[in-house]
């Protein structure tokens, strides 16, 4: 709706409002198509954990067209029908799928601007953004592991659990464990004995003492052998008891694409123009916005990539600023007509010679400088407290901030001023939690692109004309680090690093962002 305001009609108010929906479908066909082990084909997937380097070795490769069918361990299908279903045989499968109920991700637009026009050619302008999207294409794992509550105390997993892993990472000895009902509850009074059975048929070792409470045994699994590994402790109790505590019996975790993820946006716009101008123009636009999201991926991403949450019975652990989320942008770009030669300001009376060498001349550039994008968080480097195949990124445990460093007789990294501080400053995350997501910034981002440019009027024609032209990219050469090592050594933390020191590459920079200075030179003849 455009308004024109008083002030000698130089001013008007602009708004708008759009609901629109987006396109989807294609690459999640794709994706499902390539992925999918439920139809016609039959797909058969050793379970996680079947076969190690000790006691359970594999069986060997002996060479190419090897009869694999005939390998231990692997079910060699019959008659497919339709539709291929999952064995309910308490493997522990990873897969993909999709929700049948997938529905058109919608948006919702608004804005409002006030533009006003100032003297000497000058327009500013200063608008607000929002957009809000529903339904959003994402992943979780509709097979998470339950969050059960004892009917009795009233106490789910994630708090009876948690109480544990904290008395883990303080050391505390199994003998000083009191009972918690969750476990008393719901696990059977010799829990003990059928879990020091479960570990000697599997691992050849008992691992944990006899004469245990059912709390006492599920902590002494954990602090002799799983560490914080519970979904691990999950599987190993519903394989000690026989009963279905927390997982599906046809999988350990199916992720699947579901219009489930939801982002809100608010931005703040101004921008000066200056376009009346007879010898320069420019633009200066400054942006401060904030997109925050569940879930930042693609349909691309895969189904336990960047469109992922964590934890679907709390989703909303997983909000937070989006990870493409940048709070500050300024650009500025500009054209100069030199005031020098005929016609202008300085030498306007020039002869010939003196106009084919000074006159003409035209300079350009191009500016921006924006905040940085969040950094990836520290993650657990080998366990997976809440879902099966996704590890939870790490929590703070006090106040952290980075300090990108530039490197020298050490690396370059995000934590540079004092890495050993800022490792222990982190926790691995409990059962249930996501950890902490999009917390931290990298380096911003800072260009300058200049050009100089003279046109030549021919002699023979004034129709004729030569342009030379020199370009710069990145005048000032500057080099703004971006990507990380994000392997178990360069961003994992150990089981409790709080009383460690960090692995020589932990936190480094392995990639600037932008280019290095790069000239160009060109030369253009109209005619």
Same mark, same amino acid.
């Given at each position: *709706?455009?308004?024109?305001?008083? *002030?000698?009609?130089?001013? %008007?108010?602009? #708004?708008? *409002?759009?609901?629109?929906?987006?396109?989807?479908?294609?690459?999640?066909?794709?994706?499902?198509?390539?992925?999918?082990?439920?139809?016609?084909?039959?797909?058969?997937?050793?379970?996680?954990?079947?076969?190690?380097?000790?006691?359970?070795?594999?069986?060997?490769?002996?060479?190419? /067209?090897?009869?694999?069918?005939?390998?231990?361990?692997?079910?060699?299908?019959?008659?497919?029908?339709?539709?291929?279903?999952?064995?309910?045989?308490?493997?522990?499968?990873?897969? !993909?799928?999709?929700?049948?109920?997938?529905?058109?991700?919608?948006?919702?637009?608004?804005?409002?601007?006030?533009?006003?026009?100032?003297? &000497?050619?000058?327009?500013?302008?200063?608008?607000?953004?929002?957009?809000?999207?529903?339904?959003?294409?994402?992943?979780?794992?509709?097979?998470?592991?339950?969050?059960?509550? =004892?009917?009795?105390?009233?106490?789910?997993?994630?708090?009876?659990?948690?109480?544990?892993?904290?008395?883990?990472?303080?050391?505390?000895?199994?003998?000083?464990?009191?009972?918690?009902?969750?476990?008393?509850?719901?696990?059977?009074?010799?829990?003990?004995?059928?879990?020091?059975?479960?570990?000697?048929?599997?691992?050849?070792?008992?691992?944990?003492?006899?004469?245990?409470?059912?709390?006492?045994?599920?902590?002494?699994? %954990?602090?002799?052998?799983?560490?914080?590994?519970?979904?691990?402790?999950? =599987?190993?109790?519903?394989?000690?008891?026989?009963?279905?505590?927390?997982?599906?019996?046809?999988?350990?975790?199916?992720?699947?694409?579901?219009?489930?993820?939801? !982002?809100?946006?608010?931005?703040?716009?101004? @921008?000066?123009?200056?376009?009346?101008?007879?010898?320069?123009?420019?633009?200066? /636009?400054?942006?401060?916005? $904030?997109?925050?999201?569940?879930?930042?991926?693609?349909?691309?991403?895969?189904?336990?990539?960047?469109?992922?949450?964590?934890?679907?019975?709390?989703?909303?652990?997983?909000? !937070? @600023?989006?990870?493409?989320?940048?709070?500050?942008?300024?650009?500025?770009?500009?054209?100069?007509?030199?005031?020098?030669?005929?016609?202008?300001?300085?030498?306007?009376?020039?002869?010939?010679?003196?106009?084919?060498?000074?006159?003409?001349?035209?300079?350009?550039?191009?500016?921006?400088?924006?905040?940085?994008?969040?950094?990836?968080?520290?993650?657990?480097?080998?366990?997976?407290?809440?879902?099966? /195949? %996704?590890?939870?990124?790490?929590?703070?445990?006090?106040? %952290?901030?980075?300090?990108?460093?530039?490197?020298?007789?050490?690396?370059? &990294?995000?934590?540079?001023?004092?890495?050993?501080?800022?490792?222990?400053?982190?926790?691995?995350?409990?059962?249930?939690?996501?950890?902490?997501?999009?917390?931290?910034?990298?380096?911003?981002?800072?260009?300058?692109?200049?050009?100089?440019? &003279?046109? *030549?009027?021919?002699?023979?024609?004034?129709? $004729?004309?030569?342009?030379?032209?020199?370009?710069?990219?990145?005048?000032?050469?500057?080099?703004?680090?971006?990507?990380? =090592?994000?392997?178990?050594?360069?961003? #994992?933390?150990?089981?409790?690093?709080?009383?460690?020191?960090?692995?020589?590459?932990?936190?480094?920079?392995?990639?600037?962002?932008?280019?290095?200075?790069?000239?160009?030179?060109?030369?253009?003849?109209?005619?």
């Amino acid at each position: *709706f455009p308004y024109t305001t008083l *002030f000698r009609s130089k001013s %008007v108010l602009r #708004g708008g *409002f759009a609901i629109f929906n987006d396109y989807y479908g294609q690459q999640i066909a794709v994706t499902f198509d390539n992925l999918n082990t439920l139809g016609f084909t039959s797909n058969f997937t050793l379970p996680f954990g079947t076969y190690n380097t000790t006691n359970r070795p594999g069986p060997l490769f002996t060479g190419f /067209n090897q009869d694999v069918r005939s390998l231990p361990g692997v079910i060699v299908p019959g008659r497919l029908t339709f539709p291929r279903q999952t064995p309910a045989d308490n493997s522990p499968r990873i897969e !993909s799928s999709f929700d049948e109920a997938i529905v058109a991700p919608i948006h919702y637009n608004w804005n409002v601007t006030f533009e006003r026009e100032l003297p &000497k050619g000058l327009t500013v302008q200063a608008s607000y953004i929002g957009r809000l999207g529903r339904n959003l294409l994402a992943t979780r794992d509709v097979m998470a592991l339950s969050n059960l509550v =004892d009917p009795k105390s009233g106490t789910d997993w994630y708090t009876a659990a948690s109480a544990l892993e904290i008395l883990r990472s303080q050391g505390a000895p199994i003998s000083s464990i009191r009972p918690i009902p969750w476990f008393e509850n719901l696990l059977p009074a010799n829990f003990n004995a059928l879990l020091r059975n479960y570990y000697a048929v599997v691992y050849g070792d008992p691992i944990i003492p006899p004469g245990l409470s059912p709390t006492q045994s599920v902590y002494a699994s %954990v602090l002799l052998f799983n560490g914080n590994d519970w979904t691990t402790l999950q =599987d190993d109790m519903e394989g000690a008891t026989g009963l279905s505590l927390f997982y599906q019996p046809q999988y350990g975790a199916l992720s699947a694409f579901g219009s489930i993820a939801y !982002s809100n946006y608010h931005a703040g716009a101004l @921008s000066v123009r200056q376009r009346l101008g007879q010898t320069l123009t420019f633009d200066f /636009n400054y942006t401060l916005s $904030h997109s925050l999201d569940n879930a930042s991926g693609l349909q691309t991403s895969g189904t336990y990539g960047t469109a992922f949450i964590l934890n679907p019975i709390r989703p909303r652990d997983s909000y !937070s @600023s989006s990870n493409f989320d940048v709070r500050h942008i300024i650009n500025v770009n500009s054209v100069w007509q030199l005031p020098v030669g005929r016609g202008h300001r300085f030498l306007s009376n020039a002869n010939r010679l003196v106009e084919a060498v000074l006159g003409g001349w035209q300079l350009s550039g191009i500016f921006r400088w924006n905040s940085g994008l969040p950094a990836p968080t520290p993650y657990d480097d080998s366990r997976w407290a809440t879902n099966w /195949n %996704v590890q939870s990124n790490a929590v703070r445990i006090k106040p %952290v901030t980075t300090c990108p460093t530039r490197g020298g007789t050490e690396p370059p &990294k995000l934590f540079g001023c004092d890495p050993t501080a800022a490792y222990r400053s982190f926790r691995n995350a409990r059962p249930g939690e996501t950890g902490d997501r999009n917390v931290f910034r990298l380096p911003g981002y800072v260009s300058l692109d200049m050009g100089l440019a &003279k046109s *030549f009027t021919m002699p023979w024609s004034e129709n $004729h004309k030569l342009q030379i032209r020199w370009e710069v990219f990145n005048v000032t050469n500057t080099q703004h680090f971006s990507q990380l =090592d994000t392997s178990r050594t360069g961003l #994992g933390i150990t089981l409790d690093p709080f009383n460690e020191s960090p692995p020589s590459n932990w936190s480094n920079f392995t990639g600037i962002q932008g280019t290095p200075r790069i000239m160009q030179f060109g030369f253009r003849y109209s005619f």
